[in-house]
């Protein structure tokens, strides 16, 4: 049996803290690679920015789909209400629309939440249960107190010795190869 | 999040006491679910499962028998099980309020908290609609309340506030879920990553579902709660005024009034933070977690029940004055009859416990001390359960005499309410052994060190540093 070296995935490098994993990011960013993260175990202010991302779209997301449970809530009321079976009750109009509120209501938010949840799984890509990152033992730190940064080998601008470079100039603490 | 503007502007003390790293967070709050409970958590279990089963025995006997098994009676047809429902619903507004109002609030202190309190609402809001539901007597059609189309190609009456309520209730449980789901799943993953054996591994791995804790994950992640936060927010007004107006559009004196609505609000967030006092100094003291959720919460949580209760006292004298202003003698009634009438202990042991036990706040040596704290609470709770009691109870003397009755519950009514005391600490109590109690991402965020100096941000291009 001969041995086979598995393929590269990315490189996995330690840093010591929020502060220098926002300068890492920063880095990264202005040596033009793009397919990197920055695991952290929380959020970090300003690293958006940093890593040169746009605002996420989720607001978009979450907008549009508020608009279809208001305008489908009031359009199911007036239907069932008044179109499809109407019913005289306590002699109010059909389409009682100052009735409608509630449920109008309770509708647009339950389908904006819906949009923030589904749209954040899609957009996160999740559930994504196998990752190429959970081959590194290390890697396992990001849920405790770790900061890392992550590069993607197949990134047009990375290659091995220059990610290298980089990274312990930004002040790597570690440097390891992730396999694929 | 901005971590500094704590430390430097308002000059506060940290929010987690014992300068803790990053890792003893995961540690102290992971190993409540890895290590065996304490000893009291067994007897605990024992006793909410045995309750919740015999409600659930209770409450098939009441499918098969039917409503009449309650005490129920010609003036009062809804007893106990809309004061129940009215009062479990009550009780998980804190939880929302904490979770999403704080948060939009920029209050960080409730990071300890919110996990603990959001768990606290699915648990209420569940035990909540089981009343409703068994209350309408054939459960078995129970989908009718929905707008499903069903062989009398009837739809439901949209003008019904028993309707609005099946939306508003039903929204407010995924909502609150999907909120609470959301802000564990950092969480799962890190005991994904310590977790020993296989089977674990597997559990919190599904539910994690792949977390990374990259920024390209986090900035939606982020983004997606602020949203969740920003939906429930409106969320604690509405539901429980929707809940109001189950008795607030009837026209019978004592619940024809517009003052229902804020003064349900007001009450649920009451009740609430009384139900989230005495979970959490109970959890507190048996996890050891007293440097993560410190004096200082509880004491913040106290001044919210003193504003709260004094709201709710206020809305009882209003009630009254309004009762007297009016003229009408039906009302004027109504009010002397609740306070004077076959009722009148209810609503004394309601404004003892409402509005006389929360004024022991006033006094700093009184908020800061635990017993007083918990046994306040408790009568809080208690309290509020009976301002349900006695609302509901303005039935039993209607506008013609020779109907008036008086109503006790049965055996049946106290066994099924027991039995959702039950169900909510079972599933509280599986909830602390399983899922993290204390948002560790969020603790992590709010410690000083992880707090970045936005000075650095106006360095020049970082390509200049090389």
Same mark, same amino acid.
């Given at each position: 049996?001969?041995?086979?070296?598995?393929?590269?995935?990315?490189?996995?490098?330690?840093?010591d803290?929020?502060?220098?994993?926002?300068?890492?990011?920063?880095?990264?960013?202005?040596?033009?690679?793009k397919?990197?993260?920055?695991?952290?175990?929380?959020?970090?202010?300003?690293?958006?920015?940093?890593m040169?991302?746009?605002?996420?779209?989720?607001?978009?997301?979450?907008?549009v789909?508020?608009?279809?449970?208001?305008?489908?809530?009031?359009?199911?009321?007036?239907?069932?209400?008044?179109?499809?079976y109407?019913? #005289?009750?306590? =002699?109010?109009? @059909?389409? $009682?629309?100052? &009735?409608?509120?509630? +449920?109008?209501?309770?509708?647009? %938010?339950?389908?904006?939440?819906?949009?923030?949840?589904?749209?954040?799984?899609?957009?996160?890509?999740?559930?994504?249960?196998?990752?190429?990152?959970?081959?590194?033992?290390?890697?396992?730190? #990001?849920?405790? =107190?770790?900061? @890392?940064? $992550?590069?993607? &080998?197949?990134?047009? +601008?990375?290659?091995?010795?220059? %990610?290298?470079?980089?990274?312990?100039?930004?002040?790597?603490?570690?440097?390891?190869?992730?396999?694929? | 999040?901005s971590?500094?503007?704590?430390?430097?502007?308002?000059?506060?003390?940290?929010?987690?006491?014992g300068?803790?790293?990053?890792?003893s967070v995961?540690?102290?709050?992971?190993?409540i679910?890895?290590?065996?409970?304490?000893?009291?958590?067994?007897?605990?279990?024992?006793?909410?499962?045995?309750?919740?089963?015999?409600?659930?025995?209770?409450?098939?006997?009441?499918?098969?028998?039917?409503t009449?098994?309650?005490g129920?009676?010609n003036?009062?047809?809804?007893g106990?099980a809309?004061?129940?429902?009215?009062?479990?619903?009550?009780?998980?507004?804190?939880?929302?309020?904490?979770?999403?109002?704080?948060?939009?609030?920029?209050?960080?202190?409730?990071?300890?908290?919110?996990?603990?309190?959001?768990?606290?609402t699915?648990?209420?809001?569940?035990?909540?609609?089981?009343?409703?539901?068994?209350?309408?007597?054939?459960?078995?059609?129970?989908?009718?309340?929905?707008?499903?189309?069903?062989?009398?190609?009837?739809?439901?009456?949209f003008?019904?506030?028993?309707?609005?309520?099946?939306?508003a209730?039903?929204?407010?449980?995924?909502?609150?879920?999907?909120?609470?789901?959301?802000?564990?799943?950092?969480?799962?993953?890190?005991?994904?990553?310590?977790?020993?054996?296989?089977?674990?591994?597997?559990?919190?791995?599904?539910f994690?579902?792949?977390?990374?804790?990259?920024?390209?994950?986090?900035?939606?992640?982020e983004?997606?709660?602020?949203?969740?936060a920003?939906?429930?927010?409106?969320?604690?007004?509405?539901?429980h005024?929707?809940?109001?107006?189950?008795?607030?559009?009837?026209?019978?004196?004592?619940?024809?009034?517009?003052?229902?609505?804020?003064?349900f609000?007001?009450?649920?967030?009451?009740?609430?933070f009384?139900?989230?006092?005495?979970?959490?100094?109970?959890?507190?003291?048996?996890?050891?977690?007293e440097?993560?959720?410190?004096?200082?919460?509880?004491?913040?949580?106290?001044?919210?029940?003193?504003?709260?209760?004094?709201?709710?006292?206020?809305?009882?004298?209003?009630?009254?004055?309004i009762?007297?202003?009016?003229?009408?003698?039906?009302?004027?009634?109504?009010?002397?009859?609740?306070?004077f009438?076959?009722?009148?202990?209810?609503?004394?042991?309601?404004?003892?416990?409402?509005?006389?036990?929360?004024?022991?706040?006033?006094?700093r040596?009184?908020?800061?001390?635990?017993p007083?704290?918990?046994?306040?609470?408790?009568?809080?709770?208690?309290?509020?359960w009976?301002?349900?009691?006695?609302i509901?109870?303005t039935?039993?003397r209607?506008?013609l005499?020779?109907?008036?009755?008086?109503?006790?519950?049965?055996?049946?009514?106290?066994?099924?309410?027991?039995?959702?005391?039950?169900?909510?600490f079972?599933?509280?109590?599986?909830?602390?052994?399983?899922?993290?109690?204390?948002?560790?991402?969020?603790?992590?965020?709010?410690?000083?060190?992880?707090?970045?100096?936005?000075?650095?941000?106006?360095?020049?291009?970082?390509?200049?540093?090389?």
């Amino acid at each position: 049996m001969s041995y086979h070296r598995t393929k590269l995935a990315g490189w996995l490098a330690e840093f010591d803290s929020a502060e220098s994993l926002l300068k890492a990011a920063r880095g990264v960013h202005a040596a033009g690679i793009k397919k990197f993260d920055c695991h952290s175990p929380f959020p970090i202010h300003g690293m958006d920015k940093a890593m040169g991302m746009k605002r996420s779209p989720i607001g978009y997301i979450v907008g549009v789909m508020g608009t279809i449970g208001l305008f489908g809530a009031l359009g199911l009321q007036y239907w069932t209400s008044a179109v499809d079976y109407p019913v #005289v009750i306590s =002699g109010k109009p @059909f389409f $009682s629309y100052q &009735a409608f509120v509630p +449920v109008t209501f309770a509708l647009t %938010v339950l389908l904006s939440a819906f949009g923030a949840f589904f749209g954040m799984l899609h957009l996160n890509r999740m559930p994504r249960l196998n990752h190429p990152l959970f081959n590194s033992e290390k890697f396992s730190r #990001v849920f405790d =107190g770790g900061f @890392f940064v $992550s590069i993607e &080998a197949d990134d047009s +601008v990375a290659d091995e010795s220059k %990610v290298r470079d980089l990274l312990n100039s930004l002040g790597a603490v570690s440097i390891e190869e992730v396999e694929a | 999040m901005s971590s500094d503007i704590n430390k430097s502007v308002t000059m506060e003390p940290p929010l987690i006491e014992g300068n803790p790293t990053f890792e003893s967070v995961t540690q102290d709050v992971s190993k409540i679910v890895e290590r065996k409970p304490p000893k009291a958590w067994y007897p605990a279990f024992a006793v909410s499962a045995t309750a919740a089963l015999t409600g659930f025995i209770l409450v098939g006997y009441l499918i098969w028998e039917g409503t009449g098994i309650w005490g129920l009676n010609n003036p009062v047809g809804w007893g106990w099980a809309i004061v129940n429902f009215v009062f479990w619903v009550g009780i998980g507004h804190a939880g929302t309020l904490i979770s999403a109002i704080l948060f939009l609030l920029r209050q960080r202190w409730r990071t300890s908290i919110n996990r603990f309190a959001e768990a606290m609402t699915i648990f209420a809001v569940i035990c909540a609609l089981m009343f409703p539901s068994i209350h309408v007597g054939r459960i078995w059609v129970i989908h009718w309340t929905l707008p499903i189309p069903n062989q009398m190609a009837v739809w439901p009456n949209f003008r019904s506030p028993l309707l609005w309520d099946t939306f508003a209730v039903g929204t407010y449980f995924l909502c609150s879920f999907l909120f609470w789901y959301v802000g564990l799943i950092p969480d799962l993953a890190t005991l994904r990553e310590r977790a020993t054996s296989k089977i674990k591994k597997l559990f919190y791995g599904i539910f994690s579902l792949g977390w990374r804790g990259g920024n390209r994950q986090w900035r939606h992640y982020e983004v997606a709660y602020l949203v969740l936060a920003g939906i429930s927010t409106p969320l604690v007004l509405s539901v429980h005024s929707i809940v109001s107006t189950d008795f607030a559009t009837s026209v019978l004196p004592g619940w024809h009034t517009t003052i229902f609505p804020p003064y349900f609000v007001a009450g649920a967030i009451f009740s609430g933070f009384a139900m989230v006092m005495t979970l959490s100094v109970i959890a507190r003291k048996l996890y050891h977690l007293e440097h993560i959720i410190t004096m200082k919460h509880l004491e913040r949580m106290n001044i919210i029940m003193l504003l709260t209760g004094s709201m709710v006292g206020y809305a009882y004298s209003t009630e009254f004055f309004i009762a007297w202003y009016s003229g009408n003698e039906y009302e004027t009634f109504a009010f002397i009859n609740r306070a004077f009438g076959p009722y009148a202990w209810a609503y004394w042991i309601m404004i003892s416990c409402n509005v006389i036990t929360p004024q022991l706040f006033w006094f700093r040596k009184l908020r800061t001390n635990i017993p007083v704290m918990f046994v306040a609470s408790i009568l809080i709770n208690i309290g509020m359960w009976f301002e349900r009691f006695v609302i509901v109870m303005t039935l039993h003397r209607d506008f013609l005499p020779s109907s008036w009755d008086y109503y006790s519950p049965t055996i049946f009514d106290i066994g099924i309410f027991v039995g959702s005391f039950g169900l909510f600490f079972t599933l509280f109590l599986l909830f602390l052994r399983y899922l993290p109690m204390v948002a560790m991402s969020e603790v992590k965020g709010v410690l000083p060190q992880a707090a970045v100096h936005h000075d650095s941000s106006h360095a020049p291009s970082p390509g200049g540093s090389q």
